[in-house]
């Protein structure tokens, strides 16, 4: 039984691991993917209960680009999305804040504060477990 399933997009492998590692102690299910355009097919036919996204991408979608297209599909516009990217300005936040973002790191993460804020934006806290 886990807490649900939370896409989990970046570039770097290393992180993707990272990422992983900190949401299968946490209880949730992990689904990597390398590409925005991956987690939009995915995330369409079975909506994950949270989003993590890095801002720098391959392909022709970028993780803001992904957030707002998130936010527009009926199916998927209620999943709160995590951006984090290795830009940490001000400015870096609210364009990620402005394109949907309902959370914001800037790397190199911490994990207390990365699972504390997957926990803080499911919406139920991680509390409920369902099984998958």
Do not use: C
Request: net charge negative; glycine share 8%; no cysteine.
């Amino acid at each position: 039984m886990t807490i649900g399933n939370v896409d989990v997009v970046d570039d770097s492998a290393a992180h993707r691991k990272l990422f992983g590692i900190l949401l299968s102690g946490a209880g949730y299910t992990p689904r990597m993917h390398a590409t925005a355009a991956a987690v939009l097919a995915t995330a369409g036919a079975s909506p994950p209960r949270l989003v993590v996204a890095d801002v720098q991408l391959p392909g022709s979608i970028d993780g803001l680009m992904l957030a707002r297209a998130l936010k527009a599909a009926p199916a998927t516009a209620h999943v709160p999305v995590l951006v984090v990217s290795a830009f940490a300005s001000a400015q870096d936040e609210d364009a990620a804040r402005r394109a949907g973002a309902d959370g914001w790191l800037s790397k190199p993460i911490d994990t207390r504060d990365f699972v504390a804020l997957v926990r803080a934006l499911d919406p139920t806290g991680g509390a409920d477990v369902d099984v998958e």
